[in-house]
């Protein structure tokens, strides 16, 4: 459907840009590993009523396993016609791209047939490639549907991506937005070098995936030289796993964090904000264990709530690491105004159904 971002509805594109809460749909499996489509179709439900302004299906949370287990385009399909039965607003639907570019192409074919806006590109398969090499795979699979870059933190499967890839990746010309989530300061200001450098601070926005800074990243102006000129820009909204939970929550902090920008007054309980949120993310991502149960931590968050039956991973030995479940105690009691258990409960049956 979409071939190029100019063929996006305005209010979605406007939506993209202005910054939005895109939470990274996890996968819904029954104790047998199949696709649990009730509970998969409650996420969806509840990212929407939620107030999230897009879903991004077939990524890092949704499990890169969903390939190999035949997943991949039922789940984009079920999360797609879900949402557009549920709701009439504009939505930004994000597609997971992998693989080396005769793979990644096929799933962007995949995505677009079912209407998804753009893909995001994980390069991770394209460990060793030189820049020249990942610019080209890059530019194959922008011809196929617009593109989200991708900084994965090598902790999970990136690989490290210089400033001077991201020049040349934002000035492919339907590049729409980079999700960075390096988890690291330096690495992330590579990216925001590299759009500026491009001259693609318009086209391209900026969205946060460093779960561990979630809040700073979108309070602090990023100022970059550009010849003569200083340039300003923005992270302007966040693709999260961490906000494939307590997403009514989230989105009401992304809310705040705009209007206080928006003022130029941002206040001390805003900034102490930052290190609650990633408090909380260092249980649900499992710090401690160098993120071995980042995924069941969220599906652990989620169970409680009754939104999924259990936190099984299509992966088997992918579980709550030891102590994980204390930290996700501690921080649930101490970080509880931080929650919406109240919101999950009072809209749960209706999801389900």
Known sequence: MFS???EWPAETLALLRRGTVIPAHPLALDGARRLDARHQ?????????AGAGGLAVGVHSTQFAIREAGLY?????LAARTARAWTQRPLVLIAGLAGRTGQACAEARVARSHGYHAGMLSLAAMKGAAVDELVAHCEAIAAVMPLVGFYLQSAVGGIHLPAAFWQRFAAIDNVVAIKMAPFDRYRTLDVVRGVVAAGAEE????????DDHIVLDLLVPYAVRRGTEEVTVRIRGGLLGHWSVWTHSAVAQLERIHRAVQAGAVDAALLALDSRVTDCNSAFFDVANGFAGCIPGCHEVLRRQGLLQGITCLDPDETLSPGQAEEIDRVC???ADLGDDAFVAANLSRWLS
Request: glycine share 4%; with cysteine; hydrophobic share 30%.
């Open 203 to 210: 086209r391209v926005t900026l969205y946060t995936g460093n």
């Open 333 to 335: 009691r101490e970080h």
């Open 4 to 6: 190029h971002w100019s």
């Open 41 to 49: 179709c409650a996420l969806t439900r509840y990212y929407i009523d």
């Open 73 to 77: 385009e039922p789940v984009l399909e």
